[in-house]
């Protein structure tokens, strides 16, 4: 862990919540962000330590990220760090894809001239970052983008179910976005996505998320098998 970067994992102390479950949140949040990296093994002993914690609450968010599919567990070796298969992501991208549209055509319906606003104040705000090449600004001003989007679909149910699956794929998002002309082209997709919206055309919008995602997919599949042919070499 020591090799992985500096800084600690912070916890976000709530009197409300259970040690273990912030503890859990903490970890789960790490991941996501790619902090810890796939196939990094995850020592009880040392994440204590860094939570300033004791060892059951660590093991039982191990436990508790197994069953979400975050973390893997190795006979005799340990609990790992685990990544994705290209054909998990695939899968992912699969049904992610599906909910993305339907979001789209419900936002045509319901979303809000605020939201509306705040989608296009994005949409300037990733072309800025783009201009001076802040990736890390780009996914998070993406992140909040699909935010306002699910959010103006005015359905509950639906933004857990795509939050979840989001997570799942989140800590690719940088591998996906620095793909030569990704950015640029991610830009212009929600541009579409946008009009569309603005037009109150749920057809178009959902067209405009199928073709986003499908663009996301192939620009992130395309980034990992080239970064598996480069560590064949």
Request: aromatic residues 4%; negative net charge; charged residues 35%.
């Given at each position: 862990?020591?090799?992985?970067?500096?800084?600690?994992?912070?916890?976000?102390?709530?009197?409300?919540?259970?040690?273990?479950?912030?503890?859990?949140?903490?970890?789960?949040?790490?991941?996501?962000?790619?902090?810890?990296?796939?196939?990094?093994?995850?020592?009880?002993?040392?994440?204590?330590?860094?939570?300033?914690?004791?060892?059951?609450?660590?093991?039982?968010?191990?436990?508790?990220?197994?069953l979400?599919?975050?973390?893997?567990?190795?006979?005799?070796?340990?609990?790992?760090?685990?990544?994705?298969?290209?054909?998990?992501?695939?899968?992912?991208?699969?049904?992610?894809?599906?909910?993305?549209?339907?979001?789209?055509?419900?936002?045509?319906?319901?979303?809000?001239?605020e939201?509306?606003?705040?989608?296009?104040?994005?949409?300037?705000?990733?072309?800025?970052?783009?201009?001076?090449?802040?990736?890390?600004?780009?996914?998070?001003?993406?992140?909040?983008?699909?935010?306002?989007?699910?959010?103006?679909?005015?359905n509950?149910?639906?933004?857990?179910?795509?939050?979840?699956?989001?997570?799942?794929?989140?800590?690719?998002?940088?591998?996906?976005?620095?793909?030569?002309?990704?950015m640029?082209?991610a830009?212009?997709?929600?541009?579409?996505?946008?009009?569309?919206?603005?037009?109150?055309?749920?057809?178009?919008?959902?067209?405009?998320?199928?073709?986003?995602?499908?663009?996301?997919?192939?620009?992130?599949?395309?980034?990992?098998?080239?970064?598996?042919?480069?560590?064949?070499?």
């Open positions: 862990m020591d090799e992985r970067n500096e800084q600690a994992i912070r916890l976000k102390l709530d009197n409300y919540k259970p040690l273990r479950e912030i503890v859990f949140e903490g970890l789960r949040e790490a991941i996501i962000s790619g902090r810890l990296a796939p196939g990094e093994r995850l020592m009880e002993t040392q994440l204590a330590e860094e939570m300033g914690v004791s060892r059951t609450p660590v093991r039982e968010a191990i436990r508790k990220l197994e979400e599919g975050f973390v893997v567990m190795m006979p005799r070796k340990g609990a790992y760090v685990a990544g994705l298969s290209l054909k998990e992501i695939s899968d992912v991208f699969e049904i992610r894809g599906a909910l993305e549209e339907l979001a789209a055509e419900l936002a045509a319906e319901r979303i809000t001239d939201e509306l606003e705040e989608l296009e104040a994005l949409l300037l705000e990733i072309g800025r970052r783009m201009e001076k090449n802040d990736l890390d600004a780009v996914v998070k001003a993406d992140v909040e983008f699909h935010d306002v989007l699910f959010r103006g679909a005015r509950t149910r639906l933004s857990q179910m795509v939050s979840y699956l989001r997570e799942q794929i989140h800590r690719y998002r940088t591998t996906s976005l620095s793909y030569p002309g990704r640029k082209k830009l212009e997709e929600h541009r579409k996505i946008v009009q569309a919206l603005s037009q109150r055309d749920p057809d178009l919008a959902r067209q405009a998320a199928r073709e986003h995602m499908d663009s996301a997919e192939k620009s992130l599949m395309d980034a990992m098998k080239k970064e598996i042919k480069d560590r064949g070499k």
